[in-house]
């Protein structure tokens, strides 16, 4: 007998860290079988705010990632991938223009050179293609000085005060910024949130979008896309949290 095809029209859309992987972390081997499972009953994708290495390191090894999702979307979707083939990306620097990204980068080291926090590390700013990824601790820390910062955060809204002087000193400049993950946020251009990859969805032919993520509080990067009128939103608590939603609606007996 011939195996039932995917719903051609759904679509099972993913944010990555917090949904699928604990922050930074690997899939779990039997999360990653249960997603393939469900990709015989619908599409399913990723959309991430991080740069096609790190979607591709925790969700897969090498190019694997592009083979098991229907689309992955990186940066916030101004790097894509459809089919197990690269689609097109987005360039920051071309959008902003040199003089202002220089502005932000320099407005963010010298906020951070007045940060002080139980340990520093390093790459302060990440240049992606479709964002400026800020991390006051470093990107370089390890598991154990991520979760310190994280609890620290919690407290003292470091990222969040970050943000507001940001918001405040570019005022104006067609900026976003939202908080992504446990120790950093990302600056983009006003659109270039995670609804940027719906317009490649809604050209082909995708009907109805699920769209599961954990960061959909005002702030988080989740947030535009979750209320989006073209996805049906769904706040998750962990990648388990996933699997029991993905069960509930598309797996019952």
Avoid at 81 to 90: A, I
Avoid at 162 to 171: H, S
């Amino acid at each position: 007998m011939a195996q039932p095809r995917p719903d051609p029209h759904t679509l099972c859309l993913f944010d990555v860290d917090g949904t699928l992987t604990p922050a930074r972390q690997k899939i779990a081997p039997e999360l990653d079988e249960f997603f393939q499972g469900l990709r015989k009953k619908v599409k399913i994708g990723v959309v991430g705010g991080s740069d096609y290495a790190k979607i591709a390191e925790q969700l897969g090894e090498g190019e694997e990632v592009i083979q098991k999702f229907d689309y992955v979307f990186a940066e916030n979707g101004t790097v894509q991938y459809r089919d197990g083939k690269f689609v097109t990306k987005e360039a920051i620097q071309n959008y902003l223009g040199e003089e202002l990204l220089q502005e932000l980068i320099n407005f963010c080291l010298s906020y951070m050179s007045d940060i002080r926090l139980p340990r520093k590390r390093g790459t302060f700013i990440e240049f992606r293609n479709g964002m400026l990824n800020v991390c006051p601790i470093g990107r370089s820390c390890s598991l154990a000085e991520r979760l310190e910062f994280f609890q620290i955060d919690k407290t003292e809204k470091i990222r969040e005060r970050f943000v507001a002087a940001l918001q405040e000193e570019f005022a104006g400049k067609g900026l976003n910024c939202t908080r992504g993950g446990m120790i950093s946020f990302d600056i983009y251009p006003e659109g270039w949130d995670k609804r940027y990859c719906l317009d490649i969805l809604e050209k082909d032919g995708i009907k109805t979008i699920h769209f599961f993520g954990n960061e959909t509080d005002p702030g988080g990067n989740d947030h535009e896309i979750f209320h989006d009128p073209r996805t049906i939103g769904y706040t998750v608590k962990s990648p388990e949290d996933t699997v029991r939603l993905c069960k509930e609606l598309f797996l019952r007996e």
